[in-house]
Protein backbone atom coordinates (compact mmCIF):
# COMPACT_ATOMS: atom_id res chain seq x y z
CA UNK A 1 0.00 0.00 0.00
CA UNK A 2 1.43 3.40 -0.84
CA UNK A 3 2.42 6.36 1.32
CA UNK A 4 0.84 8.71 -0.31
CA UNK A 5 -2.63 8.35 -1.76
CA UNK A 6 -3.57 10.60 -5.28
CA UNK A 7 -6.59 12.52 -4.58
CA UNK A 8 -8.90 13.35 -7.33
CA UNK A 9 -7.75 17.62 -6.73
CA UNK A 10 -5.29 19.03 -9.17
CA UNK A 11 -4.77 22.90 -8.83
CA UNK A 12 -4.35 25.20 -11.93
CA UNK A 13 -1.06 27.41 -11.51
CA UNK A 14 -3.13 31.00 -12.59
CA UNK A 15 0.19 33.35 -10.96
CA UNK A 16 3.72 33.06 -10.31
CA UNK A 17 6.24 35.42 -8.91
CA UNK A 18 9.57 34.92 -6.87
CA UNK A 19 11.05 37.47 -4.65
CA UNK A 20 14.40 38.87 -5.50
CA UNK A 21 17.13 38.01 -3.20
CA UNK A 22 17.55 41.21 -0.93
CA UNK A 23 13.90 42.21 -1.25
CA UNK A 24 11.69 41.90 1.81
CA UNK A 25 9.03 40.58 0.56
CA UNK A 26 7.19 41.77 -3.21
CA UNK A 27 7.54 39.39 -5.83
CA UNK A 28 8.13 39.65 -9.37
CA UNK A 29 6.05 38.30 -11.94
CA UNK A 30 6.60 35.53 -14.43
CA UNK A 31 4.98 33.13 -16.75
CA UNK A 32 7.90 30.05 -16.19
CA UNK A 33 9.63 29.25 -13.06
CA UNK A 34 12.80 27.11 -12.95
CA UNK A 35 12.96 25.03 -9.80
CA UNK A 36 16.28 23.05 -8.57
CA UNK A 37 16.98 20.90 -5.49
CA UNK A 38 18.01 24.58 -3.94
CA UNK A 39 14.26 26.52 -4.98
CA UNK A 40 14.53 29.16 -7.23
CA UNK A 41 18.00 30.18 -8.33
CA UNK A 42 18.23 33.91 -7.07
CA UNK A 43 15.83 33.98 -4.89
CA UNK A 44 15.74 35.20 -1.50
CA UNK A 45 14.06 31.47 0.14
CA UNK A 46 16.86 29.65 -2.11
CA UNK A 47 18.81 27.37 -0.64
CA UNK A 48 18.89 23.79 1.25
CA UNK A 49 19.71 25.85 4.31
CA UNK A 50 18.33 28.83 6.57
CA UNK A 51 18.32 30.46 9.47
CA UNK A 52 15.61 29.83 11.71
CA UNK A 53 12.80 31.90 12.25
CA UNK A 54 10.39 33.40 15.08
CA UNK A 55 7.94 30.62 13.07
CA UNK A 56 10.43 27.74 15.22
CA UNK A 57 11.46 30.02 17.96
CA UNK A 58 10.01 27.54 20.54
CA UNK A 59 12.83 24.97 19.05
CA UNK A 60 16.04 27.10 18.40
CA UNK A 61 17.41 30.51 18.99
CA UNK A 62 16.51 32.40 16.04
CA UNK A 63 19.55 32.59 13.36
CA UNK A 64 20.37 28.87 14.10
CA UNK A 65 20.92 27.09 10.48
CA UNK A 66 18.27 24.61 9.90
CA UNK A 67 16.67 22.90 6.56
CA UNK A 68 15.04 25.30 4.22
CA UNK A 69 11.45 24.15 4.06
CA UNK A 70 10.51 27.17 3.37
CA UNK A 71 11.75 27.39 -0.38
CA UNK A 72 7.91 28.27 -1.79
CA UNK A 73 5.26 30.27 -0.95
CA UNK A 74 2.05 28.65 -2.46
CA UNK A 75 -1.54 30.46 -1.99
CA UNK A 76 -4.84 29.58 -3.28
CA UNK A 77 -7.29 31.71 -5.84
CA UNK A 78 -9.72 31.37 -3.95
CA UNK A 79 -8.69 31.65 -0.65
CA UNK A 80 -6.89 35.20 -1.68
CA UNK A 81 -10.48 36.00 -3.45
CA UNK A 82 -11.73 35.77 0.51
CA UNK A 83 -9.19 37.40 2.17
CA UNK A 84 -9.78 40.41 -0.30
CA UNK A 85 -13.50 40.43 0.52
CA UNK A 86 -12.89 40.49 4.01
CA UNK A 87 -10.90 43.74 3.41
CA UNK A 88 -12.86 45.37 1.54
CA UNK A 89 -10.74 44.91 -1.67
CA UNK A 90 -11.54 44.13 -5.28
CA UNK A 91 -8.66 41.96 -5.04
CA UNK A 92 -5.04 41.28 -3.48
CA UNK A 93 -2.32 41.52 -5.97
CA UNK A 94 -0.36 38.43 -4.65
CA UNK A 95 3.04 39.80 -5.33
CA UNK A 96 2.47 41.67 -1.79
CA UNK A 97 2.18 38.51 0.17
CA UNK A 98 5.83 37.60 -2.02
CA UNK A 99 3.84 34.43 -3.39
CA UNK A 100 5.85 31.45 -5.37
CA UNK A 101 2.42 30.42 -6.80
CA UNK A 102 -1.03 30.62 -7.19
CA UNK A 103 -3.42 27.56 -7.68
CA UNK A 104 -7.16 27.26 -8.18
CA UNK A 105 -8.88 24.42 -7.59
CA UNK A 106 -8.01 22.70 -4.29
CA UNK A 107 -10.50 23.32 -1.21
CA UNK A 108 -9.31 24.20 2.34
CA UNK A 109 -5.59 24.83 0.86
CA UNK A 110 -4.41 26.34 3.50
CA UNK A 111 -5.31 23.42 5.55
CA UNK A 112 -3.57 20.76 3.21
CA UNK A 113 -1.98 18.09 5.22
CA UNK A 114 2.15 18.68 6.33
CA UNK A 115 3.79 15.94 3.90
CA UNK A 116 1.17 16.40 1.43
CA UNK A 117 3.28 16.08 -2.35
CA UNK A 118 1.99 18.49 -5.14
CA UNK A 119 3.76 16.54 -8.81
CA UNK A 120 3.29 18.42 -12.01
CA UNK A 121 4.32 17.88 -15.69
CA UNK A 122 7.42 15.73 -16.14
CA UNK A 123 6.91 14.60 -12.23
CA UNK A 124 8.27 18.18 -10.69
CA UNK A 125 7.23 17.32 -7.47
CA UNK A 126 6.77 20.07 -4.50
CA UNK A 127 6.63 18.85 -0.88
CA UNK A 128 3.99 20.58 1.40
CA UNK A 129 5.85 22.08 4.86
CA UNK A 130 2.73 23.60 6.48
CA UNK A 131 0.46 26.37 6.90
CA UNK A 132 1.93 30.10 6.07
CA UNK A 133 0.13 31.63 9.30
CA UNK A 134 -0.09 35.34 8.51
CA UNK A 135 2.07 37.89 9.58
CA UNK A 136 2.05 41.86 9.58
CA UNK A 137 4.88 41.98 6.13
CA UNK A 138 2.22 41.87 3.82
CA UNK A 139 0.03 44.24 5.59
CA UNK A 140 2.95 46.57 5.16
CA UNK A 141 3.29 45.90 1.19
CA UNK A 142 -0.34 46.23 0.83
CA UNK A 143 -0.40 49.73 2.71
CA UNK A 144 2.04 51.13 -0.04
CA UNK A 145 -0.84 51.10 -2.78
CA UNK A 146 -4.15 50.97 -0.49
CA UNK A 147 -3.77 53.12 2.03
CA UNK A 148 -6.15 52.31 5.31
CA UNK A 149 -6.01 48.91 4.25
CA UNK A 150 -2.83 47.20 5.55
CA UNK A 151 -3.61 46.64 9.03
CA UNK A 152 -6.64 44.45 7.63
CA UNK A 153 -4.56 41.98 6.14
CA UNK A 154 -3.63 39.78 8.93
CA UNK A 155 -7.02 39.13 10.59
CA UNK A 156 -8.71 38.33 6.99
CA UNK A 157 -5.80 35.97 6.03
CA UNK A 158 -6.66 33.64 9.51
CA UNK A 159 -6.65 30.43 8.13
CA UNK A 160 -6.43 31.63 4.69
CA UNK A 161 -2.61 32.29 3.97
CA UNK A 162 -1.60 29.18 1.92
CA UNK A 163 1.61 26.90 2.71
CA UNK A 164 4.88 26.77 2.42
CA UNK A 165 6.80 23.94 0.57
CA UNK A 166 10.59 22.64 -0.63
CA UNK A 167 11.37 21.25 -3.95
CA UNK A 168 11.78 17.56 -4.01
CA UNK A 169 12.10 17.11 -7.61
CA UNK A 170 13.21 20.07 -9.94
CA UNK A 171 11.22 20.38 -13.07
CA UNK A 172 10.04 23.54 -14.41
CA UNK A 173 6.37 25.12 -13.96
CA UNK A 174 4.68 27.44 -16.10
CA UNK A 175 1.29 29.23 -16.22
CA UNK A 176 -1.47 26.99 -16.71
CA UNK A 177 0.63 23.84 -15.35
CA UNK A 178 -1.66 21.59 -13.38
CA UNK A 179 -0.66 20.09 -10.12
CA UNK A 180 -1.71 16.79 -8.93
CA UNK A 181 -2.73 16.30 -4.65
CA UNK A 182 -1.15 13.22 -2.92
CA UNK A 183 -1.79 13.49 0.57
CA UNK A 184 -0.41 11.13 3.08
CA UNK A 185 -2.19 8.21 3.69
CA UNK A 186 -2.22 7.68 7.54
CA UNK A 187 -5.41 8.54 10.22
CA UNK A 188 -4.84 11.92 12.03
CA UNK A 189 -3.10 12.05 15.12
CA UNK A 190 -4.72 11.29 18.27
CA UNK A 191 -2.71 11.40 20.89
Not at 17 to 45: C, K, M, N, Y
Not at 149 to 170: H, L, M, Q, S
Request: net charge negative.
Amino acid sequence: MPVLRKTEFIGEITWMGQVPAGAVLSATPTDHLDLGFHGIAGERHEGALRASCVRVKNLYPQGTEIRNVRQLTILSEEELALIAADMGLERIDPAYLGATLVLRGIPDFTFIPPNSRLQGPGGITLTVDMENRPCVLPGREIETDHTGYGAKFKPAAENRRGITAWVERPGRLSLGDQLAVFVPDQRAWAP
